[in-house]
């Protein structure tokens, strides 16, 4: 009894947390719609249980998060660091952001839409349109591939992260001025949406991981800047796709 | 009924996207590094929690936040109720001021609740020994986020070119990284990248959209791009100020001392 009583009061506590996550959502949209639009909720009840359902949900990832994804991210940059084998290193870091990027949906569901910006252009076959598409998430896929690559070979290195970056702003800037107009917008919004809330996650305990064991890094220094790569690289490459796909 | 057909498809997503990542750890934990899998039952356990976590998260975006948000940016970007809330008979760009404050709060506050973001305060809040705070960091992430929403409405207005803005930020950036402590650089850069997940996606997509097509000359297809880039960008200027000012604090104490 007692037992059911203290895990009931934990549950309750981190349930609290997370609905404190949400607070300022709550406030803003009834701000909105009580003060500004001056409307009713249309679906009251409705949008309580979903409320609900994000609570408990925020919660179970944090949770799970501290469990499972930190941890196995951790172990694995241990002992693939301790194996020494800088291929196998590189490969994982390769396969996790090639494979969790294509899969991604907010990924598909921008290659399509700007697919379908480009029929509507008329710079588009529509027979195309799907080839386009997938080459869109393929550039992708293999930019963050790359990025993460690169990210873990800084840390191995010890390089200071700002050099790459701000090589790769110029990178950036270089592209823009080649790149045709339709897809500049496009290239620069699919750098934001490659970082899903699984991979985020994963990549940074790597990336602490690794600068945790590898002697002379520092976690905070060197550990982070693995996802700062990942939302770069993707410009670069898509901006590239365009070149290569228009000319 | 119609509850248990979306809670399975948005399981089914979770479980897909999650898939790769297991097959990944999968391989390389037992033919790479060929050695079983240390407190197995607890990770097996985070990741189911983290699927079904994921799982509940969005199904009740959808149900609570995204039809709501979507409706209250057509509605502020209407028209009708530009001219209501005008103060002069001319629309001018600020005129859409409602629209604005509702970019830059919706931004703030979907940020603090992006789940991304919380995994990335809580790594940072360990490694660097509980001397970041991890409700700081949110706020400064998410106050960047808020302010890059509110400016990409701006931008679909008045029609400011995209790389112009993209091309001033990386140049206060630059600045910034030149005097800021080298430190925190690595996860300034990085809170930019972790605003753009779950939550605040979708919601400035319907902002972009819902705007382009009422504000005359912009094309809601091409307009609706860029919004993300600018999400992207300025949290990374905001943790940076946010570091820097810390350093200042700092630095007038040893002063007074």
């Known amino acids: 009894m007692q037992l059911i009583k203290?895990?009931?009061?934990?549950?309750?506590?981190?349930?609290?947390?997370?609905?404190?996550?949400?607070?300022?959502?709550?406030?803003?949209?009834?701000?909105?719609?009580?003060?500004?639009?001056?409307?009713?909720?249309?679906?009251?009840?409705?949008?309580?249980v979903g409320l609900f359902f994000v609570v408990v949900g925020l919660m179970l990832f944090v949770e799970g998060l501290e469990l499972g994804l930190f941890p196995i991210g951790e172990m694995l940059a241990q002992s693939l660091a301790k194996k020494g084998s800088l291929f196998w290193l590189l490969t994982f870091a390769f396969v996790l952001g090639f494979s969790t990027t294509i899969a991604e949906p907010a990924l598909?569901?921008?290659?399509?839409?700007?697919?379908?910006?480009?029929?509507?252009?008329?710079?588009?076959?529509?027979?195309?349109?799907?080839?386009?598409?997938?080459?869109?998430?393929?550039?992708?896929?293999?930019?963050?591939?790359?990025?993460?690559?690169?990210?873990?070979f800084r840390i191995i290195k010890g390089w200071p992260i700002y050099y790459l970056i701000i090589g790769g702003y110029i990178l950036v800037l270089i592209m823009t001025t080649f790149a045709p107009k339709e897809i500049i917008g496009l290239a620069y919004d699919a750098g934001g949406v490659t970082t899903s809330t699984i991979t985020v996650p994963l990549v940074t305990a790597l990336g602490v991981g690794l600068a945790t064991v590898i002697k002379g890094r520092n976690p905070l220094t060197d550990g982070f800047g693995l996802i700062s790569f990942a939302s770069l690289l993707p410009m670069i490459f898509v901006m590239a796709y365009g070149v290569y796909f228009y000319r | 009924m119609t509850f248990l057909i979306d809670f399975f498809f948005r399981f089914f997503d979770t479980c897909l996207a999650i898939l790769p990542v297991v097959l990944l750890i999968i391989f390389f934990q037992f033919v790479v590094i060929k050695k079983p899998l240390r407190d197995a039952p607890k990770?097996?356990?985070?990741?189911?929690?983290?699927?079904?976590?994921?799982t509940f998260f969005l199904l009740g975006l959808e149900k609570a936040l995204f039809p709501v948000g979507e409706i209250m940016?057509?509605?502020?970007?209407?028209?009708?109720?530009?001219?209501a809330s005008n103060f002069s008979d001319e629309i001018n760009w600020y005129s859409y001021y409602w629209i604005y404050l509702f970019a830059a709060l919706i931004g703030f506050s979907t940020t603090i609740a992006e789940p991304s973001l919380t995994a990335v305060a809580i790594k940072a809040n360990e490694?660097?020994?509980?001397?970041?705070?991890?409700?700081?960091?949110?706020?400064?992430?998410?106050?960047?986020?808020?302010?890059?929403?509110?400016?990409?409405?701006f931008r679909i207005v008045t029609g400011v070119p995209l790389y112009t803005i993209i091309i001033v930020s990386y140049v206060i950036v630059l600045i910034q990284t030149i005097f800021v402590k080298k430190d925190f650089v690595g996860l300034a850069y990085d809170s930019g990248g972790v605003t753009t997940s779950t939550v605040t996606v979708p919601i400035v997509v319907?902002?972009?959209?819902?705007?382009?097509?009422?504000?005359?000359?912009?094309?809601?297809?091409?307009d609706g791009f860029?919004?993300?880039?600018?999400?992207?960008?300025?949290?990374?200027?905001?943790?940076?100020?946010?570091?820097?000012?810390?350093?200042?604090?700092?630095?007038?104490?040893?002063?007074?001392?």
């Not at chain 1, 949400?22 to 949209?29: A, D, E, F, G, S």
Request: net charge positive; proline share 3%; aromatic share 10%.
């Open chain 1, 6 to 48: 203290k895990l009931f009061y934990k549950i309750a506590r981190k349930l609290f947390n997370s609905f404190k996550d949400l607070i300022p959502i709550v406030l803003v949209v009834s701000f909105f719609q009580f003060i500004v639009l001056r409307q009713p909720f249309p679906d009251l009840m409705g949008i309580l």
């Open chain 1, 108 to 152: 598909i569901a921008i290659a399509s839409k700007a697919a379908d910006v480009n029929e509507t252009a008329g710079l588009l076959a529509a027979d195309e349109k799907d080839n386009y598409a997938l080459g869109l998430r393929i550039s992708v896929a293999i930019s963050v591939g790359l990025a993460i690559l690169i990210g873990v």
């Open chain 2, 43 to 54: 990770v097996i356990l985070g990741f189911v929690m983290v699927v079904f976590g994921l």
């Open chain 2, 73 to 83: 940016a057509k509605q502020l970007s209407n028209t009708e109720f530009i001219i």
């Open chain 2, 127 to 153: 490694v660097s020994g509980g001397l970041l705070n991890m409700w700081q960091l949110r706020i400064t992430v998410a106050v960047g986020a808020g302010f890059a929403l509110a400016l990409g409405a």
């Open chain 2, 206 to 222: 319907s902002i972009g959209l819902g705007l382009s097509s009422v504000v005359e000359g912009r094309d809601p297809v091409l």
């Open chain 2, 226 to 257: 860029g919004m993300i880039a600018l999400v992207c960008m300025f949290p990374i200027i905001s943790v940076l100020a946010y570091i820097q000012f810390m350093e200042l604090i700092v630095l007038l104490k040893k002063k007074r001392k």
